[in-house]
């Protein structure tokens, strides 16, 4: 007679062990999947500047001098950016070819008295359009947003990551990126290893800076949007912000007054891209030689960092 046995089974004890013993190897690989995650945001985001380093350093060999950090309302090319100026030399030769037809078909990037109802100039086709290189991957948010520029003109406005880097701030000309600017590699005289260009700034909460395209910024002169300096007081006064938010320090998309300094995504610090074409991963501990790196012929001296 053949006998027949019955496979035991789990007993409570051991069912609790078993969950037990994934919930330590959940607790294990979360927070090595989320650094692995963190490393490749970090190595994307430094591609991402080494990219645009290239791209001014071209423009800079084609024109004898980087693109304006911000055009003036004057110019042929309203509040045109260095980043809507560097179009063609971030594989971007469709898009970069629209710019000069759409400012000659309308000299306001973001339309003039333009509306659904109204008719006017319809806002730039470049305006509303991610160019992944200037974002930065940490920032996971959607950066393309409906803005009211009144007269009922809702216009899809894209955001970026990056910031060029003004010098002290926006009416200093001290930087390399800034309104008019019109920087030749020989006026670096602090050194191109020595002196920022682009640094980290995630747009706002409610992505009323940060327009890669063209920005006028707080004041007219880019700033907040497309440039920034590493002591902006005004535009700190003007949100309202103390000035002790003024300087490199930790930030969040949900403190409006982080908009007026850089930060990142990255922990303990964020990436700036240098006027010989290099990164650095600078560490928030750099608050204090963070003003000197900004000026391109301070004559500063400092420690490394």
Excluded at 14 to 34: D, H, K, R, S, Y
Excluded at 170 to 180: F, Q
Aim: hydrophobic share 40%; net charge neutral.
């Amino acid at each position: 007679m053949r006998h027949h046995h019955r496979r035991p089974a789990f007993t409570l004890i051991e069912l609790l062990v078993v969950i037990a013993i994934i919930a330590i190897l959940i607790g294990l690989l979360v927070p090595a999947t989320q650094k692995v995650r963190a490393a490749a945001y970090r190595t994307q985001c430094q591609n991402n500047m080494k990219q645009m380093g290239v791209a001014l350093h071209n423009y800079h060999g084609n024109y004898g001098r980087f693109p304006k950090g911000t055009d003036t309302i004057w110019g042929d090319h309203w509040y045109l950016s260095w980043m809507g100026s560097i179009l063609p030399f971030v594989e971007q030769n469709a898009l970069g070819k629209t710019v000069d037809p759409e400012y000659r078909r309308s000299m306001s990037p973001w339309g003039y008295w333009w509306s659904p109802g109204w008719g006017g100039y319809a806002p730039h086709a470049a305006l509303g359009m991610v160019v992944s290189i200037y974002r930065c991957p940490a920032d996971v948010r959607e950066l393309v947003s409906p803005i009211d520029m009144g007269n009922g003109n809702v216009t899809p406005i894209a955001f970026t990551s990056y910031l060029g880097v003004s010098g002290t701030n926006g009416s200093a000309y001290d930087g390399i990126l800034y309104h008019k600017s019109t920087v030749r590699l020989t006026d670096i005289t602090d050194g191109t290893s020595n002196t920022f260009m682009v640094g980290e700034r995630p747009p706002s909460l409610d992505l009323w800076f940060g327009w890669w395209y063209a920005g006028a910024g707080y004041d007219s002169l880019g700033t907040g949007d497309v440039v920034l300096g590493s002591r902006d007081f005004g535009y700190a006064n003007s949100m309202g912000c103390p000035t002790s938010k003024v300087g490199y320090q930790v930030g969040t998309v949900n403190n409006a007054c982080d908009q007026v300094h850089f930060w990142s995504f990255h922990e303990n610090g964020g990436h700036f891209l240098l006027a010989d074409g290099s990164v650095r991963f600078v560490a928030l501990t750099a608050n204090t030689v963070l003003p000197f790196l900004c000026t391109r012929a301070g004559n500063e001296v400092m420690n490394d960092y």
